[in-house]
């Protein structure tokens, strides 16, 4: 029987065909496109609201004339904001790198109307050669020690620059004293590299950490440049995860940064959040440290003792605080 | 909060459009061919835009591996023009019985094969079509036909099987025919 299926496939009448132009095809598409959920929201709302003037007014005049009220402080606008999200990054070098490196970062990160300061709740890094540790970092806040630290994890996004990346903390003590000491909403960021295609669309819709997602890769770049992969909010573009891979081949062979971002909150700058963000060393903070190369016991210092975790300066106030 | 960016780009919708696209440039040829096997070509584009309408309507619910998807979308949308067909008495008959008009313009082919198919009813010969000229597996099948692997590979065996019959009686009838041509 397996001969008349082959004589039906000889047979074939058009083995192939010739589909319509897409564009032509996605014109008809346009007519019948239906309206964005937004627009249907919109849609609603502005019917509701329709229907509401009437009674609205009715109830307006009933309390204009019973009640006197003092005029609404009205928000100017313009007026800045913070923006405020906690990452923690996990580096994996790559298997044949010679060297093990990993280092654990958790840090709350603060914009301040496009001017950045960092937060920083805790610090573990562990440098290892060989199965020797050459450097520990260990420092615990609890949210209250700070330092300025540039992670290079989402400002890398604007200007990808790993030289910023490993050992951001001793090449780096000062926010104004590094490159790209103005850093940008990430969230403002992804926009403006999706527009430009820097970033470019993967897909979108499927669950990452229990939310819904949209995942973004870079353009294409050197073989030398840094491979991204971002996990975002579709509705917000903040990112939730974002993998870093420095080198073509893929990991364990090249190295890879896994940076997770939580609690993003854009808040109004009030005095009371101005006050909540002040940077100001701790001094009950827990630091260790042990010199590059010394291999030796860690041990206890203060975070000035220190000197590529030293506390932040006048340098690092909050602009107009 | 007046000083917050306006982050209105939507993503969906770019997302949505690129997808659709790889969708069209991967699968439009195969939904074309499965229609113009069964249509005209004009009807067969119509099918074709119409197939990508509803995959743009329903892109979250296309799966992976799209095509028996498309194709079983098409099946329906190829159902309902039909139906449309039958409505104002148009030649549905001859539209089933003679899968691709471009068939005759492409010369005789297997005269008693085709005259056997035509023998076949629609479920037969739209499984059969499916297996040899869509060249889908039986879980493709499936898909396009709504029913399960099983069913379908029962569907598939009967069919060879009808087709076979139809085939050798084809055969007879063409014999019988051309003995009482020489007598």
Same mark, same amino acid.
């Given at each position: 029987?397996?001969?008349?299926?082959?004589?039906?496939?000889?047979?074939?009448?058009?083995?192939?065909?010739?589909? !319509?132009?897409?564009?032509?095809?996605?014109?008809?598409?346009?007519?019948?496109?239906?309206?964005?959920?937004?627009?249907?929201?919109?849609?609603?709302?502005?019917?509701?609201?329709?229907?509401?003037?009437?009674?609205?007014?009715?109830?307006?005049?009933?309390? *204009?004339?019973?009640?006197?009220?003092?005029?609404?402080?009205?928000?100017?606008?313009?007026?800045?904001?913070?923006?405020?999200?906690?990452?923690?990054?996990?580096?994996?070098? *790559?298997?044949?790198?010679?060297?093990?490196?990993?280092?654990?970062?958790?840090?709350?990160?603060?914009? =301040?109307?496009?001017?950045?300061?960092?937060?920083?709740?805790?610090?573990?890094?562990?440098?290892?050669?060989?199965?020797?540790?050459?450097?520990?970092?260990?420092?615990?806040?609890?949210?209250? %020690?700070?330092?300025?630290?540039?992670?290079?994890?989402?400002?890398?996004?604007?200007?990808?620059?790993?030289?910023?990346? %490993?050992?951001?903390?001793?090449?780096?003590?000062?926010?104004?004293?590094?490159?790209?000491?103005?850093?940008?909403? !990430?969230?403002?960021?992804?926009?403006?590299?999706?527009?430009?295609?820097?970033?470019?669309?993967?897909?979108?819709?499927?669950?990452?950490?229990?939310?819904?997602?949209?995942?973004?890769?870079?353009?294409?770049?050197? !073989?030398?440049?840094?491979?991204?992969?971002?996990?975002?909010?579709?509705?917000?573009?903040?990112?939730?995860?974002?993998?870093?891979?420095?080198?073509?081949?893929?990991?364990?062979?090249?190295?890879?940064?896994?940076?997770?971002?939580?609690?993003?909150?854009?808040?109004?700058?009030?005095?009371?959040?101005?006050?909540?963000?002040?940077?100001?060393?701790?001094?009950?903070?827990?630091?260790?440290?042990?010199?590059?190369?010394?291999?030796?016991?860690?041990?206890?210092?203060?975070?000035?003792?220190?000197?590529?975790?030293?506390?932040?300066?006048?340098?690092?106030?909050?602009?107009?605080? | 909060?007046?000083?917050?960016?306006?982050?209105?780009?939507?993503?969906?919708?770019?997302?949505?459009?690129?997808?659709?696209?790889?969708?069209?440039?991967?699968?439009?040829? &195969?939904?074309? *061919?499965?229609?113009?096997?069964?249509?005209?070509?004009?009807?067969?584009?119509?099918?074709?835009?119409?197939?990508?309408?509803?995959?743009?309507?329903?892109?979250?619910?296309?799966?992976?591996?799209?095509?028996?998807?498309?194709?079983?979308?098409?099946?329906?949308?190829?159902?309902?023009?039909?139906?449309?067909?039958?409505?104002?008495?148009?030649?549905?008959?001859?539209?089933?019985?003679?899968?691709?008009?471009?068939?005759?313009?492409?010369?005789?082919?297997?005269? !008693?094969?085709? &005259?056997?198919?035509?023998?076949?009813?629609?479920?037969?010969?739209?499984?059969?079509?499916?297996?040899?000229?869509?060249?889908?597996?039986?879980?493709? =099948?499936?898909?396009?036909?709504?029913?399960?692997?099983?069913?379908?590979?029962?569907?598939?065996?009967?069919?060879?099987?009808?087709?076979?019959?139809?085939?050798?009686?084809?055969?007879?009838?063409?014999?019988?025919?051309?003995?009482?041509?020489?007598?």
């Amino acid at each position: 029987m397996s001969d008349v299926l082959e004589r039906l496939k000889a047979d074939n009448p058009i083995p192939g065909g010739s589909p !319509p132009p897409f564009d032509e095809v996605w014109a008809r598409l346009e007519a019948i496109k239906p309206p964005s959920r937004r627009k249907r929201l919109g849609r609603a709302v502005f019917v509701g609201l329709v229907g509401l003037v009437p009674a609205g007014l009715v109830v307006w005049l009933a309390v *204009a004339t019973l009640f006197h009220r003092p005029p609404i402080q009205s928000v100017a606008t313009g007026s800045p904001w913070l923006i405020t999200y906690r990452t923690e990054s996990m580096m994996s070098p *790559a298997v044949d790198s010679g060297a093990s490196f990993k280092s654990t970062l958790t840090t709350s990160q603060v914009w =301040i109307s496009g001017r950045f300061r960092h937060r920083l709740d805790t610090i573990k890094t562990r440098l290892e050669s060989g199965g020797t540790s050459v450097s520990v970092h260990e420092m615990t806040g609890n949210g209250r %020690q700070l330092e300025n630290f540039q992670s290079g994890a989402l400002d890398k996004l604007g200007a990808i620059d790993l030289s910023q990346d %490993q050992g951001a903390a001793e090449t780096c003590p000062l926010i104004d004293e590094c490159a790209g000491g103005i850093a940008v909403d !990430p969230a403002v960021e992804i926009k403006r590299l999706l527009q430009s295609r820097a970033l470019v669309v993967i897909r979108s819709g499927m669950l990452q950490a229990g939310r819904r997602v949209t995942e973004l890769v870079n353009g294409p770049t050197s !073989p030398a440049s840094p491979r991204y992969t971002l996990f975002v909010d579709p509705t917000t573009l903040f990112p939730i995860l974002i993998h870093v891979q420095f080198g073509a081949e893929p990991p364990p062979r090249s190295s890879m940064e896994t940076i997770s971002v939580s609690d993003y909150r854009r808040v109004a700058l009030t005095p009371a959040n101005r006050s909540l963000l002040t940077m100001r060393p701790h001094p009950g903070a827990q630091v260790t440290c042990s010199g590059p190369g010394g291999g030796g016991p860690s041990r206890p210092a203060s975070a000035r003792s220190c000197p590529s975790l030293a506390p932040p300066t006048a340098a690092s106030q909050l602009p107009g605080g | 909060m007046g000083g917050v960016p306006d982050m209105s780009i939507d993503v969906s919708e770019v997302w949505r459009r690129e997808r659709l696209e790889r969708l069209f440039s991967d699968h439009a040829e &195969a939904v074309h *061919a499965y229609a113009r096997r069964r249509i005209d070509a004009t009807t067969a584009e119509d099918t074709v835009a119409e197939v990508f309408a509803v995959a743009w309507r329903r892109l979250d619910d296309v799966p992976d591996h799209a095509l028996p998807w498309l194709l079983a979308v098409a099946r329906r949308v190829l159902a309902n023009q039909r139906r449309g067909e039958r409505r104002r008495g148009a030649l549905l008959a001859r539209l089933a019985v003679e899968p691709a008009p471009a068939h005759e313009s492409e010369g005789e082919g297997d005269r !008693p094969l085709r &005259a056997a198919m035509a023998r076949l009813g629609d479920r037969d010969r739209e499984v059969l079509m499916l297996a040899a000229w869509e060249e889908l597996s039986s879980a493709e =099948i499936a898909t396009v036909l709504g029913c399960s692997r099983a069913a379908a590979n029962v569907r598939l065996h009967r069919a060879r099987k009808r087709l076979v019959t139809a085939l050798e009686r084809e055969r007879d009838g063409s014999h019988a025919v051309g003995i009482g041509v020489v007598s």
